[in-house]
């Protein structure tokens, strides 16, 4: 299976300078730097028991605790909200991390000499 950007959809669609967050847009979805107004809608999924235990996180329980989990966690490096293009509802939550491994890592592969 190969992934292909939509000829018409341009990827990426600020200009990105390391240390500049990005906005990523598809035909459907938009991955973009989470905002302070998103709280609300953060806490309208994560509230709910069948989203947050599943990922490992407790319930919400307020805007507030969810402004701040938005603040402290969700709004580090290469971490993004996913929202749906056409209304800009959000859906989600992704990131990106990359780990660089030596030779000594722990689940590295070890080659023959």
Known sequence: M??????????????????????LISKRLTLRPWLDSDAPALYNLARSPKV???????????????????????????????TLRDTGELIGAIGRRIVKLSATSPGRPRWPS
């Open 2 to 23: 190969s992934i292909r950007p939509h000829s018409s959809v341009p990827m990426l669609t600020t200009p990105h300078r390391k240390g500049t967050p990005m906005e």
């Open 52 to 82: 947050g235990p599943a990922a490992g996180w407790t319930v919400h329980e307020s805007v507030g605790q969810s402004l701040d989990i938005l603040r402290n966690i969700l709004r580090g490096p290469e971490q993004y909200a996913i």
